[in-house]
T-cell receptor, first 114, second 110 residues
Framework: AQKITQTQPGMFVQEKEAVTLDCTYDTSDPSYGLFWYKQPSSGEMIFLIYQGSYDQQNATEGRYSLNFQKARKSANLVISASQLGDSAMYFCAMSYYNNNDMRFGAGTRLTVKP | NAGVTQTPKFRVLKTGQSMTLLCAQDMNHEYMYWYRQDPGMGLRLIHYSVGEGTTAKGEVPDGYNVSRLKKQNFLLGLESAAPSQTSVYFC?????????FGAGTRLSVL
């Protein structure tokens, strides 16, 4: 089964600055998708961004971009111009194209300082 | 837009009691999922369904049963609750790759 690793339990960033949240994964299957979800203190899981393993370009969604380095098996989330509302837990996840068994990392708690 | 709705939001059980968590989605999604989230960990898949009348085991299926009698509903059952099942339970649904989550159910088993 795929394994997702988020090595940063907690991160701090100054408001309006950019921050990178790390995610590495382990798989031998070439066909997979990578996801980032945000979980604010209210508890819901909010989808942020998706990257397919065959996508040629890095995914972007507004202030979120995914720095996909396939050879290094990393899928880091970059948040530009951080806002106070970005303070939350962030989870990296992965699933294969041929099944729906999504595996999550342990998460990174991001705190945005004013 | 209701999206994915979970009921109840909170529940306290005694060891050995049974209960059913209900997940309903109004997006006509084929796939539905049940996860649990424990402190310091990401979500772990319990069971999932790829369509009405079908279910499959995920990463941590023991102690749980599921049913998908209607496309819009996915039920998670605990037949004999144990303290180890104290957790936050999330339901999700998807049409393609992206899963959309409910607000979660916080379950405590005493």
């Amino acid at each position: 089964a795929q394994k997702i690793t988020q090595t940063q339990p907690g991160m701090f960033v100054q408001e309006k600055e950019a921050v990178t949240l790390d995610c590495t994964y382990d798989t031998s299957d070439p066909s997979y998708g990578l996801f980032w979800y945000k979980q604010p203190s209210s508890g819901e899981m909010i989808f942020l961004i998706y990257q397919g393993s065959y996508d040629q370009q890095n995914a972007t969604e507004g202030r979120y971009s995914l720095n996909f380095q396939k050879a290094r098996k990393s899928a880091n989330l970059v948040i530009s111009a951080s806002q106070l509302g970005d303070s939350a837990m962030y989870f990296c996840a992965m699933s294969y194209y041929n099944n729906n068994d999504m595996r999550f990392g342990a998460g990174t708690r991001l705190t945005v300082k004013p | 837009n209701a999206g994915v709705t979970q009921t109840p939001k909170f529940r306290v059980l005694k060891t050995g009691q049974s209960m059913t968590l209900l997940c309903a989605q109004d997006m006509n999604h084929e796939y539905m999922y049940w996860y649990r989230q424990d402190p310091g960990m990401g979500l772990r898949l319990i069971h999932y369904s790829v369509g009405e009348g079908t279910t499959a085991k995920g990463e941590v299926p023991d102690g749980y049963n599921v049913s998908r009698l209607k496309k819009q509903n996915f039920l998670l059952g605990l037949e004999s609750a144990a303290p180890s099942q104290t957790s936050v339970y999330f339901c999700a649904s998807s049409l393609g790759n992206i899963q959309y989550f409910g607000a979660g159910t916080r379950l405590s088993v005493l």
